[in-house]
C-alpha cells in the first residue's frame, strides 16, 4: 500500500466522521435543549455511524428522522405540562 492510498483512506475515515459529528450536531442540541437526553446522543451516534457507512446520503435522513422524534415528543409534553397547569387551575379556582 502506498502512502497516497493510506492518506485518503484515513482522510476518508476522518471525514465522514467529521461530517457525521456536524450533522448530528442538530438532534444533539434539540435533544439536551428539551430533556431528552437518550434520543439527543442516540440520533448523534446514529448520525456518525451512518455518515460513516455511506456519507451523507444516509446521515441526512437519520438526522431529519431523530429532529422529528425529538420535536414532536417535545411539542407533546408541552402540550401535556399546559393541561396539568388548566386542570390545576380548575381545581384551585
Known sequence: MNTYQTAYTIGAIVGSIVSGAVIGLLPLILGLKNGFKGLAIGGFVACVVGSFISGLILSVPICAVFTAIISV??????????????????IIG
Do not use: E, G, L, R
Open 73 to 90: 415528543k417535545a411539542k407533546k409534553a408541552a402540550q401535556q405540562a399546559a393541561q396539568n397547569v388548566s386542570n390545576d387551575n380548575d
